[in-house]
């Protein structure tokens, strides 16, 4: 794991026209996400450090990276900008870094589509969306840094799930451009079903070189924030806004008390001991959204229209995986759990059953044709023990677990082996050099 | 019931700058609808007609006539475009027929939202909304000739309804202005949940003189035949499509055998025997489509851009309720429900205990969050005491049957008395004027 080794060097001196990081304070830093989210993983991965980085700018020049991993035997991770939050982009067996930051240009842009290289940061994208009246379907709140390749790659839902559904749902990746592992690296175009072989793959089935995406229409999103006195009423009306056909939204996230109390830029629109929902909706569909909130009791604090809410902090940034981040900014001892609950019946029974232990938070998202709860609860963590008794609780009474406290593909999903991403991988990466150690039904 | 009478003298010499119809050919067509798709509304409502039909063009006129209606205490009742197909502006009467159809402006139309008068129609309004890339959320198979003030005063779903839910649905309508039926006529706005006054009041509540409507994205709509062996796998696939959440639509329309053959002019696309869904998708989302339909074994046998389709007649109008209209053009004897059956179970136990008796025809929406079966399934009317038992067959089973063959308001929905909508129309019509006999829980 030093960069002197003599594969390094000769890999190096191949590519020598390829901007190569190997001061090792950049190499380190490279080689991070947030895996620290999890104090199980932190444990784990904590080590894990690649041996440089290689930051291509182009196609012709991934598939000479690629050639020259396959030459040396050498593991590669790609990378995007490296948010992921259970060590996606974490070099297992060390090895190179394959930066795609760099290859960032939008090839097309036309109305309900467009056609981009992986690095494209998200944000940046919608930008340029927005000027022919369109967006990304949906966003991770990582939007403003984490890039369209490594969402594929490596992320699953955010705010426009609550209309668009997971990433993974058909219709919402059209078509990957891909680079194989192999002695002599080929590109593969997949469409249709077969995108599904990349998706949340954690670039372990080949390097996405350029992607076709979906858009949808561009809203101005008003921000809003709503505060209840009660819990389960702010989860209802959670649910009512998500199934109200009559007004068009985006995010619909809901905090029980302490949580809002984390939210220290918000403090002046929370209020202490209760609950608030952090809203996107069509600025055109406030005024009968005012109407929900006055049938559920709910008090506006905070409304911004999208012009006003662009000079500041996007509430997106308080919701998703983010309110874990400003949890953890107060107590660093707070961990985390990805929940579908699929009903509020289920919310609210583990509401009660883990009283103060769990502070629940809710996305609601749309999965099987229903707006569903989701949600990212947190808790102080105390034992591994405690943490597998509270995933076995939830499990056991019919909620989801999307494990973040795992690396692999597999155990951070539905446990199972994927027998087609398998096969596929065996023939593109057929020496297992891709982010190796992350898919477990994978053996050489 | 002659235009002779001294009352409608006075009352037409004191509007005689007004366009006011005398002519009993002409007033006999504007007292029309289309209640005759129900054999027992042709024989109760068949007698009925105006003594005559005014025309204003401005809200002041129709001040003036609703003035002039009072002091002579005429019935009267409001007309769009008379495509009613439940007698909805059939002047049980006499009286008054205010046609609004020349009130056809839009005041003005911005992104997301726009304010028209009532006349305007529906398809004529998408035209100019379109151009600045919206069009209206939901409009029924009678786009063409139908008036917005009609779809509001009248109607209730149609395409479209698969993503904003029915026209009562918070957020579906945001103002109207109204001309109230009192001695001194006032115009009232109506915002927010008060709009609920006059949706679907068959003009009972006041007149609309003016309508502020949100809009939905303007999407090119792809139109597509699939056809398949069996029709339950073509309802699977129709809630498949409908649940969808990357592949965006406006219209899921399915059709048992021998429904297809009703079809004259789309023969070339149907198979004998075979049942058929009628669609329109976003043309940027086709090819997730083919995958949905490979998966369930249908086939593609008819596909228009929104450009081509645009050239001939749309499949919306062989859906909804243009699907009754094709049968009974083959057999007037043909006629219809308006059912809710909420699930595909629903629906298959319907499908085995009717068998040949009943044609079923779905038509997806959005109720309650989910995408629902609705449907106006096709039967030969045989007597009044079969027709009842099949309502009741359906009502025992959960479907909830929105009857087409009554002609109040309340008969032809839950049957409810409406409590406020009756208050209201106290306050607004004090002599029982407006459209008589239709809200069963108004006394004088
Ligand atoms: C505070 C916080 C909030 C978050 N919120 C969300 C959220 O709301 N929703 C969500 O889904 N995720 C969320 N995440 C996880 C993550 O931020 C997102 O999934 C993000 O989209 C990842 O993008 P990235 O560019 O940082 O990818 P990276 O972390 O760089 O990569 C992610 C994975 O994709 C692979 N990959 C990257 N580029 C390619 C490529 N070109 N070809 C093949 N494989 C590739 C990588 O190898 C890696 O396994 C959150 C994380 C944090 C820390
Ligand atoms: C073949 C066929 C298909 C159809 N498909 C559908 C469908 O898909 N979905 C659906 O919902 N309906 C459907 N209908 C019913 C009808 O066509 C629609 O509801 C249509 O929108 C009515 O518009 P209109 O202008 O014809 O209204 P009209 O029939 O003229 O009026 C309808 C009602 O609204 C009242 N009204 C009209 N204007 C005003 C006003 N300015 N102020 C107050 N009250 C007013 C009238 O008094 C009347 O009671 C269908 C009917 C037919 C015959």
Request: net charge negative; glycine share 8%; proline share 5%.
């Amino acid at each position: 794991m030093t960069v002197n080794t003599s594969i390094y060097q000769e890999f190096s001196a191949e590519l020598s026209d390829i901007e190569i990081i190997t001061d090792i304070d950049r190499v380190t830093k490279l080689s991070l996400d947030y895996y620290h989210f999890s104090p199980i993983l932190q444990s784990q991965l904590n080590d894990k450090k690649a041996n440089l980085v290689v930051r291509p700018t182009t196609e012709a020049d991934v598939i000479r990276v690629a050639k020259a991993g396959v030459n040396y035997k050498i593991p590669l991770t790609v990378r995007g900008a490296g948010t992921g939050n259970y060590g996606q982009c974490i070099p297992l067996e060390a090895g190179i870094i394959l930066d795609l930051s760099k290859m960032n240009q939008i090839k097309w842009l036309k109305p309900g589509i467009a056609c981009v290289e992986p690095g494209v940061k998200m944000a940046a994208f919608d930008k340029q969306a927005r000027e022919i009246g369109w967006e990304l379907r949906m966003a991770p709140s990582t939007y403003r840094t984490a890039t369209i390749g490594g969402f594929i790659g490596g992320g699953s839902v955010g705010m426009g799930s609550m209309n668009y559904g997971q990433i993974k749902d058909r219709g919402n990746l059209h078509r990957v451009r891909l680079v194989t592992m192999e002695e002599q690296p080929q590109i593969l175009e997949l469409t249709g079903d077969d995108v599904q072989q990349v998706i949340h793959g954690y670039g372990t089935t080949g390097i996405i070189t350029e992607l076709e995406i979906p858009l949808a229409p561009a809203y101005p999103w008003q921000e809003i924030i709503v505060v209840f006195d009660d819990f389960m009423t702010a989860a209802q009306f959670g649910q009512a806004l998500s199934d109200s056909a009559g007004i068009v939204k985006k995010l619909v996230s809901i905090h029980s008390a302490p949580i809002p109390s984390y939210f220290t830029a918000l403090q002046p629109y929370l209020t202490q001991g209760k609950h608030c929902a952090l809203l996107m909706v069509s600025e055109y569909d406030v005024a009968p959204l005012k109407d929900l909130v006055t049938e559920y009791g709910g008090t506006f604090t905070y409304s911004k229209t999208a012009a006003e809410a662009a000079k500041g902090t996007s509430l997106l940034e308080f919701t998703w995986n983010h309110t874990t981040l400003h949890a953890r900014n107060i107590d660093p001892s707070f961990t985390y759990l990805q929940t579908f609950y699929f009903t509020l019946e289920r919310v609210e029974k583990m509401y009660q059953h883990f009283g103060d232990e769990i502070a629940i938070h809710l996305e609601f998202l749309k999965a099987g044709g229903k707006a569903v709860p989701g949600g990212l609860q947190l808790f102080r963590f105390t034992t591994e023990e405690r943490l597998q008794e509270i995933i076995e609780y939830h499990e056991a009474n019919g909620a989801f677990i999307a494990n973040p406290h795992v690396y692999t593909i597999e155990d951070g999903g539905d446990k199972q082996i994927d027998k087609d991403k398998v096969a596929f991988k065996q023939k593109i990466d057929p020496y297992g050099l891709l982010n190796p150690g992350k898919m477990r039904g994978f053996t050489l």
